[in-house]
């Protein structure tokens, strides 16, 4: 009997010291949990001809972050940025997903392009991660209802287009209009919506709208057709690479007429590729935001940190860094308490104050158009 309660005793101790253990573990994780980096994911082209979109995004991030982390982080949290390149291309941003959801990011900002975007967000949903773009602007990443784990920063190409297509025919006062695109997802995208809204107008002719070919070294063949075609405008839906090959064979072939493409377009890489030929081109893109004090003190730490002006999307990556990390402060790091904090908080922004609509587009953001006026791009309206 006495030998069974020695037993007894030693089992209840054991026992005793298992809890206590487990107790420990429990609370030591919960600590480390507590004070564990929150870790972001940053994907987008940071290489290859489309560097010059991913890059700006991936130092207004950095700079967004070091600014919370040196006031303590978020609820006591540093925010850890896993930097990311997916070039642009659909098959490698998959495999970059695929990546940071294995290191365990909290969210994403990016990605860039619409079709590496679409290519990923399917992926993130499963995994309830959100993804907050600042130049992903295919309108259909929104209005499906598809990604309700989706943000951006950007109007959509369909706003893009409207404003397009409404200087082509009531500023330029055109009537034969030619329409070409690279026939990826952002460049048809924003063809199509213009092919659309001049043929709903009603006082404009497409005369041709066709596809060319990304990467592709001559393009004299649909340049001839081009021509053949005696528009009064050429519209152009793709990004900067193409579009100084095309202006630049284009006015190598003595044609004058006017040239106008998108926010893939208005960037400096685009005058410095084409050089003289890039003098009068016009581009669609996110509105001047140097009235605004906030974006006047990211460019003035920009150039202080980095030696140079902020690029293209800068302003918009620097927006979604700053509503991403207001959302976490407020919502936690779970995909629903993101999810709501991003839809009912208006933050401030160098876009100006935003929230984002039940469909993830941010509100009071829009398009303007620019020319290239002596070797830069100037806003028109």
């Given amino acids: ?65 070091d600014r919370i982390n040196e006031a303590g982080g978020i609820n006591g949290r540093r925010i850890e940025l896993i930097v990311e390149d997916e070039l642009c291309q659909p098959e490698v941003a998959a495999n970059t997903a695929a990546k940071l959801i294995g290191d365990g990011v909290t969210a994403i900002i990016g990605h860039i392009c619409s079709g ?57 006062d055109a009537r034969r209009i030619v329409i070409l695109h690279d026939r990826g997802d952002y460049g048809r995208g924003l063809a199509e919506f213009a092919r659309g809204f001049v043929e709903a107008d009603g006082r404009g002719q497409v005369v041709l709208f066709d596809g060319i070919t990304p990467g592709a070294v001559d393009y004299s063949a649909i340049i001839a057709r081009v021509e053949a075609a005696r528009p009064d405008v050429v519209m152009y839906g793709g990004y900067h690479p193409e ?74 990556g620097y927006a979604a860094a700053v509503a991403l990390f207001a959302a976490i402060e407020a919502g936690g790091t779970d995909y629903d308490g993101i999810r709501n904090a991003l839809r009912n908080n208006t933050v401030e922004t160098p876009l100006g104050p935003i929230r984002f609509d039940e469909r993830g587009d941010a509100m009071g953001v829009g398009f303007a158009v620019y020319q290239v006026q002596n070797g830069r791009y100037v806003e028109l309206r």
Wanted: hydrophobic share 45%.
């Fill in 1 to 65: 009997m006495k030998s069974r309660n020695k037993k007894l005793v030693l089992a209840v101790a054991v026992m005793s010291v298992l809890a206590l253990m487990v107790l420990l573990t429990s609370a030591g994780q919960g600590e480390r949990a507590a004070t564990a980096p929150i870790r972001i994911g940053v994907a987008g082209p940071h290489s290859g001809d489309l560097a010059t979109f991913g890059l700006p995004t991936v130092n207004a991030s950095r700079m967004v972050a």
């Fill in 116 to 172: 590496a975007t679409f290519a990923v967000l399917e992926t993130y949903l499963d995994s309830n991660l959100v993804s907050i773009s600042p130049s992903a602007t295919n309108p259909a990443l929104t209005q499906s209802g598809d990604f309700p784990n989706f943000f951006r920063t950007i109007a959509s190409d369909d706003a893009q287009a409207r404003l397009q297509v409404d200087f082509v025919l009531d500023t330029m």
């Fill in 243 to 316: 579009a100084s090959r095309l202006i630049g064979q284009m006015r190598g072939r003595g044609m004058t007429v006017p040239f106008i493409s998108g926010d893939g377009v208005q960037d400096d890489a685009f005058i410095q590729t084409a050089g003289a030929a890039a003098e009068g081109v016009f581009a669609t893109g996110p509105m001047d935001t140097a009235d605004n004090p906030m974006a006047q003190d990211a460019t003035s730490r920009h150039r202080e940190r980095f030696g140079e002006d902020p690029g293209p999307f800068f302003m918009n």
